[in-house]
Antibody, heavy 116, light 108 residues
Framework: QVQLVESGGGVVQPGRSLGLSCAAS????????MHWVRQTPGKGLEWVSTVWSNGDNKFYADSVKGRFTISRDNSNDMIYLQMNTLRVEDTAVYYCARGGNPFDYWGRGVLVTVSS | DIQLTQFPSTLSASVGDRVTITCRAS??????LAWYQQKPGKAPTLLVY???KLETWAPPRFSGSGSGTEFTLTISGLQPEDFATYYCQQYNNFFSYTFGQGTRVEIK
């Protein structure tokens, strides 16, 4: 069955960096676009970034453009999110999700807390 | 960017009730709209795609409709396991996605 498992969350100070990973299994990873979505505590969902199946096309929400970088490793069925210059408002649960369109499988999420 | 306005933000209902959630897009998105169900502490689960197509796990009491800018999710005969938060999402283009603010369905 499809599984997505995020890792790498934690507490980080404003202005610092953190990297997230998502391990995929149970499907032909290289055939799917992959996404990161975040959810602030008690609030709604925000799309963060997308990488197409070939890894060449990447898209970002305006709120993270220039600070976050998405990437993927089709040999190891992994996606990554490198988050630089973190802000307090980046505090959220970060989910990786599979899509096509729309996002048909999601991981359990990982908490990122940006705090001094 | 395409904005989604989802309402109501909270809906109080009883088991057996018929409830409707509305999602309005700031511009036409054809039928490129999905609905997700999220329970506390869990990831969202895809419920409806292309405005009206149910995922295989979803019971037929759920139905989606609409096109263009106005969409609805209806639950006909609310069950205890349906109390959750529901989000709409537009995927009209492949480089930017938007979610609605969510509707919490709670027990009256």
């Amino acid at each position: 069955q499809v599984q997505l498992v995020e890792s790498g969350g934690g507490v980080v100070q404003p202005g610092r960096s953190l990297g997230l990973s998502c391990a995929a299994s149970g499907f032909t990873f290289a055939s799917y676009a992959m996404h990161w979505v975040r959810q602030t505590p008690g609030k709604g969902l925000e799309w963060v970034s997308t990488v197409w199946s070939n890894g060449d096309n990447k898209f970002y929400a305006d709120s993270v453009k220039g600070r976050f970088t998405i990437s993927r490793d089709n040999s190891n069925d992994m996606i990554y999110l490198q988050m630089n210059t973190l802000r307090v408002e980046d505090t959220a649960v970060y989910y990786c999700a599979r899509g096509g369109n729309p996002f048909d499988y999601w991981g359990r999420g990982v908490l990122v807390t940006v705090s001094s | 960017d395409i904005q989604l306005t989802q309402f109501p933000s909270t809906l109080s209902a009883s088991v057996g009730d018929r409830v409707t959630i509305t999602c309005r897009a700031s511009q036409s998105i054809s039928f490129w709209l999905a609905w997700y169900q999220q329970k506390p502490g869990k990831a969202p689960t895809l419920l409806v795609y292309q405005a009206s197509k149910l995922e295989t796990w979803a019971p037929p009491r759920f139905s989606g409709s609409g096109s263009g800018t106005e969409f609805t999710l209806t639950i006909s005969g609310l069950q205890p396991e349906d109390f959750a938060t529901y989000y709409c999402q537009q995927y009209n283009n492949f480089f930017s996605y938007t979610f609605g603010q969510g509707t919490r369905v709670e027990i009256k």
